[in-house]
């Protein structure tokens, strides 16, 4: 399995990384958002399968815990490993950098996230009630942490 490539983002990638959000999920974030996130200093990064831009994450370090804002597989890559391929090297990248935990937050309906989480070694740790706008009302956010 060849590794992917992570390059950060600049400034000019923020419209392309709100354009691949908002074709692969449900509950994009806005280009706004992106910039936000980037100019409060979070890492941004895009990732490469060969020339492929496949995918993105966003990490918030604090101190020893990586918080995991956001991670998105473009719709036509996704259900092929890619976002299992991208979250190991993402656990290995923070690592490196000094984070002992990798917290996340995920619908309480994003069955799909949630089945690769617990199944890269992460476990609830917690619950935000009613935390999340949904198509009906609203949905609860379930936090999830791994050790790194
Ligand atoms: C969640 C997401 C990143 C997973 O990436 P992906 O490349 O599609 O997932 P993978 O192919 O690597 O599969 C990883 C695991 O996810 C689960 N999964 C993937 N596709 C699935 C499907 N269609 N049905 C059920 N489970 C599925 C499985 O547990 C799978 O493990 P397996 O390969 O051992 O069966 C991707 O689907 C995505 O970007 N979704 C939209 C954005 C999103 O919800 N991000 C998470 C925000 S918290």
Redesign the pocket.
């Known amino acids: 399995m060849t590794e992917l490539t992570l390059r950060i983002a600049a400034a000019t990638d923020l419209s392309l990384m709100a354009a691949l959000?908002a074709r692969?999920?449900?509950?994009p974030w806005s280009e706004g958002q992106y910039r936000g996130s980037f100019e409060s200093g979070h890492q941004l990064l895009i990732a490469q399968n060969g020339a492929d831009i496949v995918?993105l994450a966003v990490i918030m370090l604090v101190l020893d815990e990586a918080h995991?804002l956001?991670?998105?597989?473009?719709?036509d890559?996704?259900?092929?490993?890619?976002?299992?391929?991208?979250?190991g090297q993402l656990m290995q990248r923070e690592r490196q950098q000094g984070a002992l935990r990798m917290f996340?937050?995920?619908?309480e309906s994003?069955?799909?996230?949630r089945?690769?989480?617990?199944?890269i070694g992460f476990s609830e740790c917690g619950i935000r009630k009613h935390y999340y706008r949904a198509e009906q009302g609203r949905e609860h956010a379930i936090l999830m942490e791994a050790s790194l």
Request: glycine share 10%; no cysteine; proline share 0%.
């Open positions: 959000e692969s999920t449900a509950h995918g995991l956001n991670i998105v597989i473009d719709q890559w996704q259900g092929q490993g890619l976002g299992r391929r991208l979250l996340l937050e995920v619908r994003n069955t799909i996230a089945a690769l989480y617990e199944s």
